[in-house]
């Protein structure tokens, strides 16, 4: 059982696409995060899941929500990912799945990592999760909790 609604995010550091060395430490307290997990860069059903967030991405930042896509892809990987289809939110490198584990995020049909966004109010509390194979609903249901918060 992954982490529930109440629950604070754990600690954790993570390179991003660019080399840089993202924290939680530095953005709780800051502002909401919207915080996904997602099997594997440039592969349809992530492709579509990311491309759903950059074409939202506008309506989070508005919200004052900042994205960050975790997968265990390496940092150059993302940053290809990253640059084909024009992704302006953060992607992490979890090639230890680490994260992955301190969130408790289950594979999804005993083979793949799973599927899971979590939205995390400014205080670094879970206020949403949501477990889904189906990439398209995850962006549309992250909006609606950070819509109850604002």
Known sequence: MGLKIGDTIPEFSLRDQNGNTFSTT????KKPLVIYFYPKDNTPGCTAEACSFRDSYEE???????????????ENSHQK???KHNLPFILLADT????R?????????FILPG????????QGEIIMV????????????????????V
């Open 130 to 149: 949501f477990n889904n194979v189906t990439a398209n609903q995850h962006v549309k249901r992250a909006l609606k909790a950070l819509k109850k918060i």
């Open 60 to 74: 989070f930042t508005e919200l004052g929500a900042e994205v960050i896509g975790i997968s265990s892809d390496t």
């Open 81 to 83: 990912f990253t640059e």
């Open 96 to 99: 230890q799945n680490k994260v």
């Open 26 to 29: 530095e953005w709780v307290g």
């Open 101 to 109: 584990r301190l969130f408790k995020v289950e594979k999804s049909l």
């Open 115 to 122: 599927r899971e966004t979590y939205v995390v109010d400014k």
